[in-house]
Every structure is written in C-alpha cells, then in structure tokens.
C-alpha cells in the first residue's frame, strides 16, 4: 500500500515559483513510478511529469517542460514538483501518483487510468 499527502500549492502570481510535496510512505518505495497530474476546471485530468522507479529517468510534458521540475527524495519518501515561470494556464488541482506497474512508454505512464494510488489534491492559482 502507497499513502500519499500532498502540500505546497497556494496562489502565486505569474511567473512566480511553487514546489508542490508529497509524501509517499510505503514498502519497496523504490519500485514505485510516481507522477504529478493536474486538473483544470471543466477539463480532463493530464499527466504533467513522471519520474521511473529507481529515478532512472524523468519526463515532464512539452506544455511544462523547461518550467517544472520532478525529483523524489528516496530517504525521505516524497516526491517534489518545482513549477518556476507559472502561467495562468498552469492554474489546476494538482494530485500526486504512484503505481508499481511499468506501461511499456512513458507515453502511457502519463495516462490517470495507470494509477492506483492518488493523493487528495492541492490547488495551484496562477494569477496576478
């Protein structure tokens, strides 16, 4: 079993700086694939980044990248979104993620439906 708690969303203005946190407790954290997410109201939810199990590779989507960066602190057992340069459109609840389950591509690993354990959710407010 994965528990997963999110914090650090909040309202910031454009161009502002966020780190979102969540603590992943578990067994075998290593073996575990863990992803950030984002929801916007109205929208579908979407994969945002995604750091492998071992951390062996990363991959944020092409909307962020260059912007948000995924880490995980293994001895601490949480995972990290550093989101610089927000935009209004970053504007979302953002969940954390996590399954033991490789898809076959990264691709795949940013659909939701590849998750089994999910975070409550923090609210990001990109405004000036």
């Known amino acids: 079993q994965v528990q997963r708690v999110e914090s650090g969303g909040g309202s910031m203005q454009p161009g502002g700086t966020l780190r979102l946190s969540c603590d992943v407790s578990?067994?075998?954290?290593?073996?575990?694939?863990l992803s950030w997410f984002r929801q916007a109201p109205g929208k579908e939810r979407e994969g945002v980044a995604i750091?492998?199990?071992?951390?062996?590779?990363?991959y944020s989507v092409d909307s962020v990248n260059g912007r948000f960066t995924i880490s995980r602190d293994i001895t601490a057992n949480t995972v990290y979104l550093k989101m610089n340069s927000l935009k209004p459109e970053d504007t979302a609840i953002y969940y954390c993620?996590?399954?033991?389950?490789?898809?076959?591509?990264?691709?795949?690993?940013?659909?939701?439906?590849?998750?089994?354990?999910w975070g409550q959710g923090t609210q990001v407010t990109v405004s000036s």
């Open positions: 750091i492998s199990a071992g951390s062996l590779y990363v």
């Open positions: 993620a996590a399954t033991f389950r490789y898809a076959g591509s990264v691709l795949r690993m940013l659909d939701p439906i590849r998750y089994n354990f």
């Open positions: 578990g067994a075998a954290n290593t073996r575990v694939y």
